[in-house]
């Protein structure tokens, strides 16, 4: 009987399975397979072994690329978890038009990021941008300066931009996780005296562990693969200052590297997967 009930669930997990191969696994080593080349994209591939990856470690423009994207999200991935925790927690009380202040968190987050990010540059564009003017009536714009002119100001507006979108989406996810814990709990703590400090302590946080879970390892994808932001409202600029991996791919194979490109986007694929694997052990562990 055991016997059939595993054939059964074998039979069932195949297409799944078949999924998992055709979309995950054989493009993964198609890629392997063709970042070993110089492919440009039209001619024959011709094997190179592992110089694509060299030649990447040799390019300081890679390595400035790195930096950018390591900075991002050890700027954005914290602070949506901050902002998007704050959220929910204000949302999960009881105030009046709640329905609506949800709305208008969670509506940046479906729209689409490029678009998104046009409209902050037309908001936030130095000299002519809305922004700019309303600061320049009461005296503030001197002050404010340009903020593309120094790359932690372009980094800082960068990672706020991307938080102010996408806070909605974590929000989201840790109301569904607070709205799950019984009040039952809470009421139990407030008789024993605990205060709302500790109630969120050694209440609401190990509750929320499936919930943080979720949002830490999907923050830390999103920010390590950041892309539209940064091209709709820098462009990468100035220069290749603020240029991210996964404009350094897209410009590379576009530039007849479809091999080298493809090393890159290996490359960017691990630098991904650690802290995506250091995140969920920790996270195991604590639970």
Known sequence: MNRKKIGIHTFMALPAFLLFLIFFIYPLLRGIGMSLTDWNGISKANFIGLKNFIDF????????????????????????????????????????????????IYMPAIISPLIMGYIWSLLLQPGRGYIHHMLEKIGWAQGLGNWMSSYWSTMLVLILVNVWQYAGMTMVIYLAGLQSIPDELYESAKIDGASSIKQFKYITLPLLEPSIRINVVTNII??????????????????????????????????????????????????????VIISLRLTRAKE
């Open 57 to 104: 470690f040799k390019d300081k423009r890679a390595i400035s690329d790195i930096r950018t994207t390591l900075l991002f999200a050890l700027g954005s991935a914290p602070l949506l978890n901050i902002v998007g925790l704050s959220y929910a927690l204000l949302m999960n009380s009881k105030f009046k038009g709640k329905s609506i202040a949800r709305m208008f």
């Open 222 to 275: 999103g920010s390590l693969s950041v892309f539209d932001v940064v091209m709709s409202l820098t462009g990468g600029g100035p220069g290749y200052q603020t240029e991210t991996l996964s404009i350094y791919i897209m410009r590379m194979c576009y530039g007849s590297k479809t091999g080298y490109s493809t090393a890159v986007a290996i490359i960017m694929f691990f630098i991904i997967l650690i802290p």
